[in-house]
């Protein structure tokens, strides 16, 4: 019980604070779309696409692997984490070293020659979040959540406070009069950079290695070896969410493709309700039914859960999109010329929070190298689709290949799963709660373009469909959480 009880604390304080940190950091793109351009704005969002692709690819799995190789060595502890930590040190040097023996080839091909500070600045940041990986991995695996939480708070907290300063209240520039001149991606950039060396100077402590540490090898080939196919997967995973923002940078033309990708990005923002609903059941209510139908063998909870999910989730995209003429001031009107996709990539996020839940028969069962395959297929979708329509249609061909993707990836998992794991799914009623709250939303959608926050009345029908259809399921589910 006491283990449990851990468990459930340690939960709440890693999943709260990155659904906080989530929220806090949302919290900032009304002030940089009001403050950026639309060119401006779609050169952050390409900068951290970048970043979020080569995170993955430098820290090569390590973290997992460290995770891993600790739990099987327990003997050398100690070696382990020397040899991970002195390991990706190295390997972040390397790094260093490349981007500026091919930084002017590199700048060239990323577009980036005229702003050459754009690219060495994320560099930067780049380089101090790889190099914090193994010291938070260090902390979760001594389950030291209070402190873990702590400095990824500061690190929100500190970028949040310095691009108000930058943007807004203009302390700094009292004392460096330079940061004045500065323009909106540096400002940016500089605020991520600042508080990214505040986190690493926090992590310091980390870096102190135990008795008997050494690096070996043979032992971090091991490591990396392991860690590899983790990398490709992740990769796979972060090409299907943002690799259509490359295709918009450099199949649209190039005087207008940082604009088009400014409004793509900042019309893609709107879907965090969705997806920060999406987290909050991943980190609370999915270990509840993983932990039951593992417990008990019985595969009916993740049906009727299904339901229910699909529900509340399906609640969530119906009242997003009749909510539009609310939501749409989260983002300045310059970019409101890309609102015609966002119910499209609700609707996306919407299968793609359904796809989290599905996703559980693989997990169960261990056959996790599934969910690379699925992965996969839809990362084809999205490439092809991309390829083939961003030229034509520009960033609605992008909306249009997320929802393909993530329905393609749903689809899949839900006949893979019952090939190989089977689970009991209501398919009529599953495909009736599909059908009419796509409908629903869509229907949404239509109605506030002419009557705006009066199209929150479809929320009522959706409302009396959700309570016929699964009163008994609630009842049900809400009695064993208590129990």
Not at 141 to 166: H, P, Y
Request: proline share 3%; glycine share 8%; hydrophobic share 55%.
């Amino acid at each position: 019980m006491a283990n449990l009880r851990q468990l459930v604390r340690q939960t709440a304080l890693y999943g709260l604070s990155s659904i906080l940190g989530r929220v806090l950091n949302f919290l900032l793109v009304p002030l940089h779309t009001m403050a950026l351009a639309k060119g401006e704005y779609g050169v952050n969002t390409d900068l951290y696409t970048l970043i979020a692709f080569a995170i993955v690819v430098l820290t090569y799995g390590m973290e997992t692997a460290f995770f891993h190789f600790s739990e099987h060595h327990k003997d050398q502890g100690a070696e382990v984490l020397s040899t991970a930590l002195i390991g990706l040190v190295g390997s972040t040097l390397l790094f260093a070293l490349l981007f500026e023996v091919f930084f002017a080839p590199l700048s060239s091909s990323l577009r980036y020659t005229a702003q050459p500070h754009y690219l060495r600045m994320t560099a930067w940041i780049l380089i101090l979040d790889v190099l914090s990986a193994i010291p938070f991995a260090k902390l979760r695996r001594e389950s030291r959540a209070v402190r873990f939480v702590s400095i990824k708070m500061a690190l929100i907290g500190a970028n949040i406070l310095l691009n108000l300063d930058l943007f807004l209240w203009g302390y700094s520039a009292r004392w460096f009069p330079l940061l004045q001149t500065l323009d909106g991606p540096t400002k940016i950039l500089l605020a991520n950079l600042v508080a990214s060396a505040l986190m690493l100077l926090l992590l310091l402590p980390e870096y102190r290695f135990p008795k008997g540490a050494r690096f070996r090898w043979t032992l971090w080939t091991a490591m990396a070896g392991y860690g590899f196919p983790l990398m490709l997967a992740g990769l796979a995973g972060i090409a299907n969410e943002l690799v259509d923002r490359q295709f918009l940078k450099y199949l649209l033309p190039a005087d207008t493709a940082f604009e088009q990708l400014g409004v793509y990005g900042a019309v893609y923002k709107l879907s965090i309700f969705l997806v920060l609903f999406v987290q909050a059941f991943r980190y609370a209510a999915e270990p509840f039914f993983f932990r039951l139908a593992r417990d008990t063998g019985n595969r009916s909870i993740l049906a009727r859960s299904m339901n229910l999910y699909a529900l509340l989730l399906g609640g969530v995209f119906v009242g997003l999109c009749a909510g539009m003429p609310i939501l749409k001031h989260f983002i300045d009107a310059k970019f409101w010329e890309g609102l015609d996709i966002v119910w499209i990539l609700f609707l996306a996020n919407w299968l793609l929070g359904l796809h989290a839940l599905a996703s559980m028969w693989y997990k169960l069962s261990g056959q996790t190298h599934f969910g690379l395959y699925i992965t996969l297929a839809g990362l084809v979708v999205t490439l092809g689709v991309n390829l083939a329509l961003i030229p034509h249609y520009g960033i609605r061909a992008a909306a249009w290949a997320t929802l393909l993707s993530y329905a393609t990836m749903l689809v899949l998992n839900l006949y893979l799963g019952q090939r190989h794991y089977p689970v009991s799914y209501n398919w009529p009623k599953l495909g009736l709660i599909l059908g009419l709250c796509t409908l629903l939303g869509y229907l949404g959608w239509v109605v506030q373009q002419r009557f705006g926050v009066l199209a929150l009345g479809v929320l009522i029908p959706y409302a009396v469909l959700a309570y016929r259809s699964e009163r008994t399921a609630l009842r049900s589910i809400l009695s064993r959480w208590k129990t």
